[in-house]
């Protein structure tokens, strides 16, 4: 989006905006970056 703004002078939108935003965060839950969040905690008896 950076290189199409600079060179071609696209402009961005907000739905580009919310796409790429999608993609960062599933690639962010994929590698495992929020292991807190999206984890259930085992009971350890």
Known sequence: M??????????????????CSLILLGTAITNDLFRGFFSKKLNEN
Do not use: D, P, V
């Open 2 to 19: 950076i290189w199409g703004k600079i060179f071609l002078e696209e402009e961005i939108t907000e739905s580009m905006i919310f796409g």
